[in-house]
């Protein structure tokens, strides 16, 4: 197969195996809704027919849609489409400071919406950020700045794990040094020390996840992460906050609305 860079029309043919095709083909049937819950899926034979496969490929696609929390099949009965999963984020409702004594804006909104939220600081450490967190920050290659990571979860369920970097100079002496949990989050903190979050962008693609990720989100097999990278700016643009985000694929969507 001739590399991605240089492939021509005639090479467009889906390289990946044929059992990972019948499940992106059947995984999308049930996202958008044309295959609802409750509903079976097309029959062992229909899917044989229609994709040119064997029994064993048809059992690993559906094996895989079962790992997900798509499918679920007895032995002696149909297999069925589960109630999609697949929940809806929307930045923007949570990215502003919280009112005087209130929770994280994240936390309100989980609830608001009937889940059940939950925090864990994983780590509070000085570090040299990645490359693209120093570039954003205005870092040389050996500067420094305070690393914030927390496992966000729904419902007993890990949904988001998070790498939050503050400049040295504006965490030095803050709760944002400390090894514990911030009443009303990062953006509530940054407008009491004087920096109110005013300016925020987002770049957004999907990844394979890194082990670290794998690992965390407890994802079933190597499916993709919807990756936020997230630069805050607050008066004169100056960037006091820069997030990267890693979130299951297959389990959450995000909503900007313009």
Avoid at 128 to 138: F, N, Q, S
């Amino acid at each position: 197969m001739p590399e991605a860079k240089n492939r021509t029309p005639s090479d467009a043919a889906d390289p990946r195996p044929l059992h990972e095709r019948i499940a992106t083909d059947l995984r999308r049937a049930i996202l958008v809704g044309d295959l609802p819950a409750g509903e079976a899926i097309p029959s062992t034979g229909q899917l044989k027919e229609r994709f040119g496969a064997s029994s064993a490929s048809i059992q690993k696609a559906v094996s895989m849609l079962k790992a997900e929390g798509l499918l679920e099949g007895r032995a002696g009965s149909s297999v069925k489409a589960l109630e999609v999963r697949r929940q809806t984020m929307t930045p923007a409702a949570y990215s502003k400071p919280s009112e005087a004594g209130q929770p994280y804006r994240w936390l309100s909104e989980a609830e608001k919406n009937g889940r059940r939220p939950s925090i864990r600081l994983l780590e509070v450490a000085e570090t040299t950020p990645p490359a693209d967190v120093r570039a954003a920050m205005g870092l040389e290659p050996t500067g420094r700045a305070v690393l914030r990571k927390q496992l966000l979860s729904l419902q007993g369920e890990p949904c988001e794990l998070v790498h939050s970097y503050y400049p040295l100079e504006l965490a030095a002496g803050t709760a944002l040094e400390g090894k514990a949990k911030i009443k009303g989050g990062s953006p509530t903190l940054l407008a009491s020390l004087g920096f109110p979050p005013l300016r925020t962008v987002d770049h957004v693609t999907a990844e394979e996840a890194t082990n670290e990720e794998y690992e965390a989100l407890q994802l079933p097999r190597q499916v993709a992460i919807l990756r936020t990278f997230r630069v805050v700016h607050s008066t004169g643009d100056r960037v006091i906050e820069v997030t990267t985000m890693a979130k299951a694929g297959h389990l959450y969507s995000l909503r900007y609305d313009f």
